[in-house]
């Protein structure tokens, strides 16, 4: 491959699936700031209503509120709802499904909060809605019962509402931890935590950001006018146990200030390559089959 191909191309490493960007030899730090929520705090019927504020700015993000009614035929029906000046992550409708989670719905008009596990993502833009009263669940009869197939269930512990918000003009994300009775009579609030850096990747439950690696090079190391060409020289992180694996992208130089964390965090499989840990510092061709970030084969001359 041309020896100035590499003056073209600029090589991004990213946590992938976690926390940080770094453009190469260079780290970006970022920190997860938790707060404890203590002692826990149930919303029920006879205290139902709790503010969120999640960056502890003195302004209400989110609330959670519970309701209840009692039809003619005296038959109760008993809501909790995620509701706030923020964004929600939710479960969308079937019929406009456009991801890969599993999502539920009553009707094609309703939005219901998802629940996340520990290491799952809070930052799919396309699942955040800012609809005031997304349900979190709806229950209804003696004993209550789920009206619809909702994520929150019976005595569900310590999983996580996705959530985004803003700090000034800048939008950061965040997770909100819950538990939910056995009895649906309550839903606990235990943590809050958000990424002080704006639009970091984030983990569902994370509480320490994953550390940048320490530097990254790149080198035009063979001559066969694909990919493959290019070496790359990782010298890993100080703490890896945060770190599922590094990833790489190709950017074309004169589009560099177009690669934003927000277009990288969801790229498609095939512009982008995985480079797995090792403990150590790595060396390692790209895949001859890697594209650059806009899907264009990465060939000699580009």
Known sequence: MNKHYEDKIK??????????VFSANTAEAQTIVVRDI??????????PEYDLDIDNDGNVDF??????????????????????????GYNIPSAGMSNTHTFVSQNGNDWYVAKLNVGDTTTFTSEYNDNLYTRLFEVSGTPPALTDDYAWTSGTTDKYVGVQFTIGN????????????????????KKVAYESS???????????????????TIDDHANNADASDIRVTITKAADE????????????????SHATLDSLQNMATGNYQDIAKTGNNITTMLSSTLKDIYGNAIVEGT
């Open 11 to 20: 090589l991004f490493t990213a946590l992938a699936g976690s926390l940080s």
């Open 38 to 47: 203590n002692p826990d705090t149930a919303v029920t019927a006879a205290h």
């Open 63 to 88: 609330s959670i509120i519970q309701r209840s009614s009692t039809n003619y035929y005296g038959v109760t029906r008993t809501f909790f709802y995620f509701n706030g000046t923020g964004h929600i």
């Open 170 to 189: 800048e939008v950061h994300f965040g997770w909100v931890q819950l538990s939910v009775a056995a009895d649906y009579s309550s839903v606990t609030v």
């Open 198 to 216: 704006p639009r970091a990747l984030m983990k569902a439950g994370a509480t320490v950001s994953a550390n940048a690696v320490a530097s990254v």
């Open 241 to 256: 146990s945060n770190i599922t694996n590094y990833r790489a992208y190709v950017v074309p130089l004169a589009k560099i």
